[in-house]
């Protein structure tokens, strides 16, 4: 992971949650880097709120001040059930060039095993999970030939997209040509999906998330 973000081009939403993130567990050695990110990002401000905004500025601007960037984060995007608020993130696969907060795990993680529904399986390796909750919806990907799982964080308008037109975020899709290349399997864009996708979920859930194509 590069310690010097670029934002630019990318969903601004996701690129602040992993960008204060990182601030929060210490993981920009370079304070210059992230004042100069803070100073020169006037969007934040419409995020942040003119307080929190302040605050910020305020903190980049002056060599000497002190932020709780933990409370920051909590203050920006306040989700505290998943695992990553509370224990030890994979700090070292977080990546800043995708339009969704990303993670890959190689645990069990407890949140994600006992917190979540099922919400539609898009194939036998990709589900679409929801967080009882704070209800927060995670498309999570099972890499079978490494047993680790891929996370990725729907921003809002996301889920809309998908029941409304199908469209859905490709966060995963390098991930998941890498292992169903490794591991045979079914891809997201099979021609055999609409059929699985039918038979592996109930009407309802079909109806809301299953290939366009295929509901008629």
Same mark, same amino acid.
């Given at each position: 992971m590069s310690p010097h973000p670029v934002p630019i081009?990318?969903?601004?939403?996701?690129?602040?949650?992993?960008?204060?993130?990182?601030?929060?567990?210490?993981?920009? =050695? *370079?304070?210059?880097?992230?004042?100069?990110?803070? %100073?020169?990002? =006037? *969007?934040?401000?419409?995020?942040?709120?003119?307080? %929190?905004?302040?605050?910020?500025?305020s903190w980049a601007a002056d060599d000497h001040a002190r932020l709780d960037m933990r409370a920051i984060f909590d203050a920006l995007f306040p989700r505290r059930c998943f695992c990553r608020r509370q224990g030890a993130m994979d700090h070292h696969e977080l990546d800043f060039s995708g339009a969704n907060v990303y993670r890959r795990i190689y645990y069990s993680d407890p949140c994600i095993e006992n917190g979540c529904d099922v919400l539609f399986r898009r194939t036998p390796d990709i589900d679409l999970l929801r967080c009882r909750d704070c209800g927060d919806v995670w498309l999570r990907g099972m890499d079978q030939d490494w047993g680790r799982q891929h996370l990725l964080l729907l921003e809002p308008g996301d889920l809309e997209r998908i029941e409304a037109e199908g469209i859905w975020p490709s966060g995963l899709d390098q991930a998941e040509a890498t292992w169903i290349a490794a591991v045979t399997g079914m891809a997201h864009d099979d021609p055999r999906a609409p059929a699985w996708q039918r038979e592996a979920n109930s009407p309802h859930a079909f109806q809301r998330f299953g290939a366009k194509a295929s509901r008629v």
């Open positions: 081009g990318h969903s601004r939403r996701a690129f602040w949650d992993r960008f204060f993130w990182q601030m929060a567990e210490g993981h920009f =050695p *370079d304070s210059k880097v992230t004042e100069q990110i803070l %100073l020169s990002s =006037p *969007d934040l401000h419409a995020i942040a709120g003119d307080d %929190l905004y302040g605050r910020l500025v």
